[in-house]
């Protein structure tokens, strides 16, 4: 069980366009309950289009954010020197794009959440100029992953292809949900740069870096 409320800045996007504080995720994958949030309280950068969490600015609040709705992360906020702390789980899909430089935001007070950078339930849509930085973080990807632009990944990436499954995955298809890819695709110049953590003990961590190309890429874990 994991307490936002004790992370300080644990944030619960809910599909109504309410955003609570203080609410607590179990064994499910599923954060529930908290506080509500009024306006002008809520995370900066963050908007609510209807039907689903958007960061079109060139700023946005650290910390976590748990979203029942896909996600769109267009903006470009973070620096190399002062990145924005970010670890975004959403129950559907992410969208990446725009040139955001981004580190994962590591609460001290939950080690189960530190390294862990992205987390969908459905596809990772990556076409922008991602650059990651300052500590490595797993990007996890419940369904299909799809990357173009030229984005640096700093940790790792494992992409389920629908695995594991479980009791009420609202996505157990590759067609279910906010459908990017029925198959993951590669292009432009991405890479990755490993790097070992708690959340990465894959032989893969001690590589210093790689570059993901099509049809040739792959990695196990």
């Known amino acids: ?24 995720c179990g064994s499910n994958g599923l954060c529930e309950g908290g506080i509500e949030l009024i306006w002008p309280a809520t995370p900066a950068g963050w908007e609510w289009d209807g039907t689903s969490w958007k960061v079109p600015s060139d700023s ?20 190399t020197s002062s990145p ?3 670890t975004i789980i959403a129950r559907d899909s992410i969208e990446w794009s725009g040139n955001p430089v981004t580190k994962p935001f590591n609460p001290p007070s939950d080690p189960e959440l ?5 987390v969908t339930g459905n596809d990772l849509k990556v076409n922008g100029n991602i650059g990651m930085v300052g500590h490595e973080g797993a990007i996890l990807v419940h369904q299909q992953i799809g990357v173009s632009g030229n984005p640096t990944f700093y940790g790792f990436v494992q992409v389920g292809n629908g695995n594991p499954t479980w009791s009420g995955d609202p996505f157990a298809s590759n067609t279910s949900g906010k459908n ?33 190309v099509p049809g040739s890429w792959r990695d196990v874990f």
Not at 8 to 13: A, H, P, S, T
Not at 188 to 193: N, R, V
């Open 84 to 86: 924005w702390e970010a």
């Open 180 to 212: 990017h890819y029925d198959t993951s695709e590669f292009s432009g110049e991405a890479k990755i740069a490993y790097s070992c953590s708690a959340n990465c003990t894959h032989a893969a961590c001690g590589t210093v870096s790689a570059k993901m």
């Open 60 to 79: 946005a609040a650290n910390g976590v954010f748990y979203a029942e709705t896909p996600v769109y992360v267009s903006g470009s906020p973070g620096t």
């Open 114 to 118: 530190q390294y862990i950078h992205v």
């Open 1 to 24: 069980m994991v307490n936002l409320g004790l992370l300080g800045k644990g944030y619960i996007l809910n599909n109504d366009g309410k955003i609570t504080v203080g609410g607590t």
